[in-house]
């Protein structure tokens, strides 16, 4: 027996979500059905909403949720009826080049669930990162459902599931962080501010927070950022280089996805350091750069996806640090709205008002 819920639905390009009727089938095999708590609004989100992510539409937007398993299909023994579950987008296959490589979290064929969800006339919906969580409940691959402690409220668990992991692995994964260690994170939304507060699980002793907004930049404080930079009114490059004894820091971090901030952080950087981009670009822009600063800075240029997480290890981690009170995920949470909000979420977060307006069911 299919099940008909509410969802927030992108139509098309740019134009406003709706909350359509969403029908979601039983589990197949491998698949379970799970009843969202929370989902937070991410950028990606309004990505996929303009159209910056692919031509999909209709998409199924929400996928940084936590909730409870309520039905799973033939063969699934990860996960039983009644688990509370982190959503992710990582379900590793385990026979790629990667896996086989003993390098899951590169996983290159990621398990989505085979059926479909629809609207009502049957139209075939795609869920935002094979997930669609802005929904009373959403069909996923088992692997996608990762159990955590129940203890940890869905509002805060949830943000795990997409921009708080990422910008957390961006810092202790892809960046790697070292203790003592200076780091910039320009972009101090969600996954930016998460950047930083896992530089500061790390040990990093210098944290500069960069963004445009000196709203931002007072939140990015109490993450942990020992120094800001309003990069709208000083040169960050320069301020960075200031604060570093004139040499730049060990790890910059892109959490905006723009060119311009892109450069600004590959220079802002010290000799042999690591930039990380983490901030999404769409599929038009292009990044210049002379070849001999590639050559002659040394060091490592990364993307980052998903923070390089592996959800079964990383998620249990650091919902054990929120729980011990060493890793403040309530910070993030800037409030909490209903199913029919997401709209105004995408512009409040567009003016900068909110850190991640969370979705609670
Ligand atoms: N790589 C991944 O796995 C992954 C996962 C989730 C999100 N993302 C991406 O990360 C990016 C950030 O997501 P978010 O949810 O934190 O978004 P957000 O909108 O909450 O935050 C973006 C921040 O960047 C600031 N900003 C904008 N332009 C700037 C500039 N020129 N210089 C400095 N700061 C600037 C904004 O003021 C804001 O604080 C998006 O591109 C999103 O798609 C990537
Ligand atoms: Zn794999
Ligand atoms: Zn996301």
Sequence with gaps: MAYEVQGVVARGKGAPVTIETIVVPDPGPGEAVVDVQACGVCHTDLHYREGGINDDFPFLL??????????????????????????????????????????????????NAAQKMTLQDGTELSPALGIGAFAEKTLVHSGQCTKVDPAAPPTAAGLL?????????????????????????????????????????????????????DKKLEWAKGIGATHTVNSSETDPVEAIKALTGGFGVDVAIDAVGHPKVFEQAFYARDLAGRVVMVGVPTPDMTIELPAIEIFGRGGAIKSSWYGDCLPSRDFPMLIDLYLQGRFDLDAFVSETIGLGDVEAAFDKMHKGEVLRSVVLF
Aim: aromatic residues 4%; charged residues 10%; proline residues 1%.
């Design 161 to 213: 599931g997409c921009g708080v992991m990422a910008g957390v692995g961006a810092a202790m994964n892809t960046g790697a962080v070292q203790r003592g260690e200076s780091v910039a994170v320009f972009g101090c939304g969600g996954v930016g501010d998460a950047a930083i507060a896992g530089a500061r699980l790390a040990g990093a002793s210098t944290i500069i927070a960069v963004d445009i907004s």
């Design 62 to 111: 929400g996928h940084e949720a936590a909730g409870v398993v309520s039905a799973v299909g033939e063969g699934v023994t990860n996960v039983a009826v009644g688990d509370y579950v982190i959503l992710n987008w990582r379900a590793v296959c385990g026979q790629c080049r990667a896996c086989l490589k003993g390098e899951p979290q590169y996983c290159f064929n990621t398990h």
